[in-house]
């Protein structure tokens, strides 16, 4: 089975400028979450897709921050103006179930950000 | 508030030894589940174990236990054998309202732990 998938890896940027991080889930897996995970700290979601619909974004910067997830599937972040702030590693993870026990969250390995 | 605390920044430990990190939750729901990943130095995050708030013994799964304390809200994960291969953050996390469906994990600062040979 495969994992969830991240691109790019890597990357660098100045701030103000734009970069979108796109990630595939496991197949089938309903929800997706991206989290930000500064350096020394643990991951904090961003935003909570269930299928393409969003569960939980409320502590997703909207003035500089997007996400979708249009046919349920894979998902795009997008950061646009980026600031020194957001240089962080972006993971993106995916569960199979929709309620009731959980099962663990499975997580890609991450997007590292750079902001210049 | 903080739901989730892990006090230790980092800790050391000898080869072959046992190690406890601890993990200190804080909700008012009552049902609930708690979460160890492992994260090495390559980025991703590794689950090793679960425990449901519910469950009237502690989850293992092989070298990992969790020592879980109810009455006490701790959740600390003690691994037995060090290996070299063990040093990494360790990130304790909750999900809330189980019962109510589909709610994130919400995790902790983390621990880094390095063995010793």
């Known amino acids: 089975e495969a994992g969830v998938a991240q691109s790019p890896r890597y990357k660098i940027i100045e701030k103000r400028q734009s970069v979108a991080f796109w990630c595939n889930p496991i197949?089938?897996?309903?929800?997706l979450y991206w989290y930000q995970q500064i350096l020394g700290q643990g991951p904090k979601l961003l935003i909570q897709f269930q299928n393409n619909g969003v569960v939980d974004d409320s502590q997703l910067p909207k003035d500089r921050f997007s996400a979708e997830r249009l046919k349920g599937v894979d998902s795009t972040l997008k950061i646009q103006p980026a600031k020194l702030e957001d240089s962080a590693v972006y993971l993106c993870?995916?569960?199979?179930?929709?309620?009731?026990?959980?099962?663990?969250?499975?997580f890609g390995e991450g997007s590292r950000l750079t902001v210049l | 508030a903080q739901k989730i605390t892990q006090t230790q920044p980092g800790m050391f430990v000898q080869e072959k030894e046992a190690v406890t990190l601890d993990c200190t939750y804080d909700?008012?729901?009552?049902?609930?589940?708690l979460f160890w990943y492992k994260q090495p130095s390559s980025g991703e995050m590794i689950f090793l174990i679960y425990?449901?708030?519910?469950?009237?013994q502690n989850a293992t799964e092989g070298r990992y236990s969790l020592n879980f304390q109810k009455a006490r809200k701790s959740a600390n994960l003690v691994i037995s054998a060090s290996q070299l291969g063990d040093s990494a953050m360790y990130f304790c996390a909750m999900r809330e309202g189980l019962s109510r469906g589909n709610t994130p994990l919400v995790f902790g600062k983390g621990t880094r732990l390095s063995v010793i040979a």
């Open positions: 197949s089938g897996h309903a929800t």
């Open positions: 909700t008012s729901d009552p049902s609930y589940g």
């Open positions: 425990q449901g708030s519910y469950d009237q």
């Open positions: 993870a995916s569960w199979a179930g929709t309620g009731g026990y959980t099962g663990e969250l499975f």
